[in-house]
């Protein structure tokens, strides 16, 4: 299996491999694709500052976990181009107040009130979600102070 899937990283099983040895590599994706969803992996972040990647949008959920006011940021399409759906968790574990706001707001729109353009802050031990629903456009929803 020489080749992987672009969003997960799933070994894709070959023609040649299908032939020696097709239920081996059938079971080897199926276990592959059952141990990637089986729950939310946790990017546990303690710093100020952190922009989300690939990974966060593959079932994850980022933990903010400071004492200082911090920042979760969405980056532009051209830093990556999150598919749209694309839904990014975001929990406020740290004392700190989490802000969530675009990498370059003049490019990147974050709405959490209608159409209207803002920076969410989330409530103490709160969650909301991310969802990009057209080019370098997002809705938060969710546990939002």
Same mark, same amino acid.
């Given at each position: 299996? %020489? #080749?992987t899937t672009t969003n997960f990283g799933f070994d894709i099983p070959q023609s040649?491999?299908? &032939?020696k040895n097709g239920a081996t590599a059938i079971a080897e994706l199926g276990q592959d694709i059952d141990t990637k969803f089986a729950g939310l992996t946790v990017n546990a972040q #303690?710093? #100020?500052t952190y922009t989300a990647v690939k990974a966060d949008g593959l079932n994850s959920i980022c933990t903010m976990d400071n004492a200082s006011a911090n920042t979760f940021r969405i980056p532009t399409d051209a830093t990556y181009d999150f598919p749209i759906g694309t839904t990014l968790l975001v929990y406020m574990k740290g004392a700190g107040v989490t802000t969530i706001n675009a990498v370059t707001s003049g490019t990147t729109t974050i709405n959490s009130a209608g159409a209207t353009a803002a920076a969410p &802050?989330? %409530?103490r031990y709160k969650s909301a979600a991310c969802i990009k629903v057209a080019a370098n456009s997002w809705i938060v929803v969710g546990?939002? %102070?």
């Amino acid at each position: 299996m %020489a #080749t992987t899937t672009t969003n997960f990283g799933f070994d894709i099983p070959q023609s040649s491999d299908l &032939v020696k040895n097709g239920a081996t590599a059938i079971a080897e994706l199926g276990q592959d694709i059952d141990t990637k969803f089986a729950g939310l992996t946790v990017n546990a972040q #303690t710093g #100020t500052t952190y922009t989300a990647v690939k990974a966060d949008g593959l079932n994850s959920i980022c933990t903010m976990d400071n004492a200082s006011a911090n920042t979760f940021r969405i980056p532009t399409d051209a830093t990556y181009d999150f598919p749209i759906g694309t839904t990014l968790l975001v929990y406020m574990k740290g004392a700190g107040v989490t802000t969530i706001n675009a990498v370059t707001s003049g490019t990147t729109t974050i709405n959490s009130a209608g159409a209207t353009a803002a920076a969410p &802050v989330l %409530a103490r031990y709160k969650s909301a979600a991310c969802i990009k629903v057209a080019a370098n456009s997002w809705i938060v929803v969710g546990g939002i %102070a």
